[in-house]
């Protein structure tokens, strides 16, 4: 199962973008609100990084009204692209395997 979150941050990381800019402890927490995804901070920012050179995710500086500024993370609107095409991609997964588990005879 491990790996199977892992390969879901990334459309995990957009669809919290998609909600509005967000900075990286943000969305780390974000996350961990979801069972299961408890994650580091220091974990996101590569992620973010590999993004905004994909073109996905933009970002900016901003003042913070607590301590210095934040890098708040955007979606592009290549990463909304990139965010409906994953979504349904997960959902053929997951609709995939749902039929798997009710072909099973003991229903495990």
């Known amino acids: 199962m491990a790996q199977i979150r892992r390969g879901a941050l990334d459309l995990c990381i957009l669809a919290i973008l998609s909600h509005g800019k967000r900075y990286g402890y943000d969305i780390a927490h974000a996350l961990s609100e979801a069972e299961g995804f408890v994650i580091k901070e ?3 920012y590569p992620l973010l990084s590999r993004m905004m050179g994909e073109g996905y995710v933009a970002a900016e500086w ?26 349904a991609e997960w959902q053929r997964f997951t609709r995939d395997v749902d039929r798997l588990f009710e072909g099973s005879e003991d229903g495990s």
């Open 42 to 44: 220091g974990t996101i």
């Open 62 to 87: 901003q003042p913070s009204p607590q301590g210095p500024q934040r890098k708040y993370y955007t979606l592009t609107k290549l990463g909304e692209a990139r965010l409906a095409a994953m979504r």
